[in-house]
């Protein structure tokens, strides 16, 4: 279900645009996000067709922090997520909370000028399956972004799109 | 009392003699009224109406902090024009999604949020959804037309309409903060409507206490105007004369600024109770004003000396004007008896706007006449001849015949009286949430189209406490809450139950098993707000909601003692029942209580406006006579309202007791004619002083009634049925009231009077 994913750190990121330096980058997170497209609430089930709305600030230079919801017809998911941008080597670390129980998940990867990867730092665990998820941010025209996310069975190898939204102001 | 006239004396020279410097001073205030009018707050009372000490209070209390409430739910009725088609299910989507991600929205519940058990995937998934097939379109309507979960349908009957429940958080209970959601609600349906042609309709508590408060508001933007237009129209027809009917009005409009000036400061909101005082307290003292420009007139007629006109008119009527502004403020007063915050403010705001009132009429009125006097043009204005003759309408014969019956008509009146408190009394009450709305208006006829599709979205909701040692999903929970849960339903009026058996009985009717895995699955999956409809939040209490429509107050109170003994007569193990709550159960038991005090209230204070009136002017006789004439109206409104079946509401209490306040106002100012003719003496009274005063008052007697019923006939424009029944009711009694002056009044003061004409001495 969509409430037990981490995906939503993913949602967030994306909201990140275009310059590279980390003090560039997390002033540009204010402001108002909409997002739509579909999510996998089950991961390996259904597609269900999602909104998103987000609200962005910088926090610090190179820290910026999101919250929002995302709902589909019968769920809605609130969620906080804080991202900090390093200089160095363009590595990205960010942290998501969400859910009914608030879990944490962190997150790392790298940024660069098409956008920004990231791996979950550690499996997490669904319906007796042990999961990987790596999430993809796409810059795109006119300030918006795209994010996939894409979730691996560790076990069976199984793999799954489980997010596509578009964001924009 | 000769040192009240004392001071009444040195103020009105003081303002006689610097009439532009009182003037000087009084600007100022009226400034700082004008800012504090503008900082005026409206509330519909919601919040407010039942905080109480009283039990039911206490237990909604516990009940809200344990359980998710229903107050804030906002109901969306979708209707197409035929059975609704792909398209359409498409829109409804993306309607439920775009209402999720309003700020303030909790929950939604749609035929979206209905599932069924996929075998293919092992998993549940939606019953209803974009893309599903035409021809599979109806099925799902079918099947979705059902009570679910949530104890509500998602579709009608016809498969034309489908109904969205909306929950907000419990913040939004403040509508300051869920205006904001409610617009954005509003902008969303009405781009679903041109996008879909479908017709998307808002209701629910939350938008009915919008409109409530808008309701208001416009009431204080238009009854006053026009409370203060017709009172000027009555005026003009008694003074013929557009110049005094204008400066008449004057100190009145002075007085409701000040008025309102002092709640805007004092941070007191007009409500749903106190919504009519502003144009109460601008009819009370165009009241007095009234027998005040009567008396200039007739002492300067009399005198040709217009100052000593303005000094004997004020120094002749303050006393009684006082006191008339004393027994209205006590009647207000006496609503401190009740232990309702709502009311109790209401008592504060009428007892300092009756004052405003006097202070207004002693001050502003004589000021007034003296800068009219100064500038010149009222001399030609007040002079006339006096009529030496009583008007035609009230004879002094007319009197004389009254006190030559005086035994008669007393006893009459006693017996009349009598009757109708025995019809009154006890007293039936009778409340219901939207009776501050127009059963008309959209929003109710929504809500009443909604409720025949979905169910009733109000209930009665009994806490279960859990044995100790249990937890809530146990076998032994499950089996005596499928015992309680058959036993509320069986029982006549309850619409449907919501329990923990309703998670019971959806896995049944989906061949899944039933143990308490399979049950906690299914409460995992709910939404919050919806678990904490089933178990409470402190996880050792569980509630079971019989929702039973919108019935009025008797019929849930005898509802909630139905349950309660139903209860008791089963035998429980694992579950103790509490008492009967929820907001509709609350409401219904306080206020009961609530309008009984009220009554109360009505009986402290005639019981002490006869005692005042009786020390005022220090006459045994006065205080026994003002009785009868001031509950008879009463009693008759009270006896009219049970034998018809209206039963005494909220607002009939109030108004009762305000009526009376107002009421005895005549009777006050017949005293004081009394006295007057009478020399001020404490010798018994001769028939010929009581005609003479009869006949001399009774044409401001009417005048004033006239001009209260005028002003007060200005909230029929309210859009508020309450205030528009309050009004009538304060009319009515109004003119009861004058008719027991003109005809009860005098015979019961000829009971003690000397039928000579000499007087005797004491």
Aim: aromatic share 8%; charged share 20%.
């Amino acid at each position: 279900m969509l409430c037990n994913r981490p995906i939503i750190v993913a949602l967030l990121m994306l909201l990140i645009p275009l310059p590279t330096q980390a003090r560039d980058l997390s002033s540009l997170f204010e402001g108002t996000w909409v997002g739509t497209g579909w999510v996998r609430p089950s991961i390996f089930g259904k597609k269900r067709k999602t909104r998103c709305r987000v609200r962005g600030q910088e926090r610090a230079r190179g820290e910026a922090g999101f919250s929002g919801r995302c709902a589909t017809a019968n769920r809605t998911v609130k969620f906080a997520f804080s991202i900090k941008f390093h200089d160095r080597r363009k590595s990205v670390t960010a942290r998501t909370r969400f859910g009914k129980r608030n879990e944490a998940y962190d997150f790392s990867g790298r940024h660069h000028a098409k956008g920004i990867d990231l791996a979950i730092d550690r499996p997490f665990a669904q319906n007796g399956r042990t999961l990987n998820s790596n999430i993809s941010i796409i810059y795109l025209k006119n300030d918006r972004f795209a994010i996939t996310e894409i979730i691996r069975d560790q076990d069976t190898g199984e793999v799954s799109k489980a997010i596509a939204l578009t964001f924009s102001h | 009392m000769a040192g009240l006239n004392a001071v009444m004396g040195t103020v009105t020279a003081l303002i006689q003699r610097s009439p532009l410097r009182v003037l000087l001073l009084l600007i100022p205030v009226l400034v700082v009224a004008v800012v504090g009018a503008g900082r005026i707050t409206f509330d519909d009372g919601h919040r407010t109406v039942f905080t109480s000490s009283q039990i039911e209070y206490r237990d909604y209390l516990a009940f809200a902090r344990n359980f998710s409430r229903n107050d804030n739910n906002v109901a969306v009725l979708i209707s197409g024009s035929e059975l609704l088609t792909g398209d359409d299910i498409t829109h409804i989507h993306d309607l439920a999604l775009d209402i999720h991600l309003i700020d303030g929205v909790d929950s939604v519940f749609s035929l979206f949020s209905l599932q069924h058990f996929d075998p293919e995937n092992g998993e549940m998934i939606p019953l209803v959804e974009p893309g599903v097939p035409e021809t599979g379109i109806r099925a799902a309507l079918e099947t979705a037309r059902e009570p679910s979960y949530s104890g509500w349908s998602a579709v009608s009957t016809d498969l034309r309409e489908t109904v969205m429940v909306i929950s907000f958080e419990d913040a939004m209970e403040d509508l300051t903060r869920a205006a904001p959601a409610l617009s954005e609600l509003s902008r969303i349906a009405l781009h679903t409507r041109e996008k879909s042609g479908l017709e998307v309709s808002v209701t629910g508590l939350l938008p009915i206490r919008t409109q409530v408060i808008e309701g208001i508001k416009a009431d204080q933007q238009w009854v006053n105007l026009v409370g203060a237009g017709f009172g000027f129209l009555v005026s003009l027809l008694f003074f013929r004369n557009v110049r005094i009917a204008l400066l008449n009005g004057v100190a009145p409009v002075v007085a409701l600024l000040l008025y309102l000036g002092f709640l805007g400061l004092s941070g007191l909101s007009i409500d749903v109770v106190n919504n009519t005082l502003p144009v109460l307290i601008l009819v009370l003292a165009s009241s007095d004003c009234t027998h005040m420009t009567y008396e200039i007139r007739r002492q300067y007629r009399q005198s040709g000396d217009l100052s000593a006109a303005i000094g004997n008119a004020v120094g002749d009527l303050a006393p009684a004007c006082i006191l008339t502004s004393l027994t209205t403020a006590l009647a207000f007063a006496s609503l401190f008896y009740s232990d309702t915050g709502i009311v109790r403010n209401f008592a504060l705001a009428g007892v300092v706007g009756v004052t405003i009132a006097l202070v207004a009429i002693l001050t502003v009125h004589p000021l007034v006449f003296a800068l009219a006097a100064r500038f010149g043009f009222l001399r030609s204005t007040m002079s006339g001849t006096i009529r030496t003759q009583s008007p035609a309408i009230w004879p002094s014969r007319m009197f004389k015949t009254l006190l030559a019956r005086r035994h008669v008509i007393s006893a009459a009146g006693i017996v009349l009286c009598l009757c109708l408190l025995i019809a009154f009394l006890p007293v039936r009450t009778s409340y219901q949430f939207n009776e501050n709305i127009d059963p008309a208006n959209a929003l109710v006829k929504t809500m009443d189209r909604v409720e025949a599709i979905a169910g009733p979205i109000s209930s009665i909701d009994i806490p279960f406490a859990l044995a100790p040692d249990l937890e809530p999903v146990s076998p032994t929970v499950l089996e005596e809450a499928q015992k309680i849960h058959t036993a509320l339903e069986e029982m006549e009026g309850v619409h449907s139950v919501v329990s923990l058996q309703t998670i019971v009985r959806f896995l049944k009717a989906h061949d899944r098993p039933v143990n308490t895995t399979t049950v906690s699955d299914v409460l995992d999956l709910l939404p919050e707000r919806y678990l904490h409809r089933i178990i409470g939040r402190d996880g050792k209490t569980l509630l079971f909601s019989a929702a039973v429509g919108n019935v009025d107050s008797q019929a849930l109170r005898r509802f909630s003692e139905a349950i309660t003994m139903k209860l008791a007569g089963m035998d429980f193990r694992a579950l103790t029942p509490s008492r009967p709550t929820g907001l509709l159960t609350m409401g219904a038991h306080i206020s009961d209580t609530m309008i009984r005090q009220l009554v109360v209230s009505f009986l402290i204070a005639a019981g002490v406006c006869s005692l005042l009136i009786g020390i005022w002017f220090r006459r045994l006789d006065f205080a026994v006579a003002a009785i009868l004439p001031n509950i008879l109206p009463i009693a008759a409104v009270g006896a009219w309202m049970t034998i018809s079946g209206a039963n005494v509401q909220f607002t009939s209490a109030l108004a009762l007791t305000i009526a009376f306040g107002i009421a005895v106002d005549d009777t006050v100012h017949v005293f004081n004619r009394l006295s007057l003719e009478n020399g001020h003496r404490r010798n018994r009274l001769s028939f010929r002083t009581v005609s003479a005063a009869m006949a001399r008052v009774g044409p401001a007697l009417t005048t004033t009634t006239c001009i209260l019923s005028a002003g007060l006939f200005a909230v029929v424009m309210s859009g508020m049925p309450m205030v528009r029944y309050f009004g009538a009711l304060c009319i009515f009694t109004f003119f009861l009231a004058l008719l027991a002056d003109l005809f009860l009044l005098p015979a019961l003061v000829g009971m003690t009077a000397s039928e000579d004409d000499q007087e005797e001495e004491p």
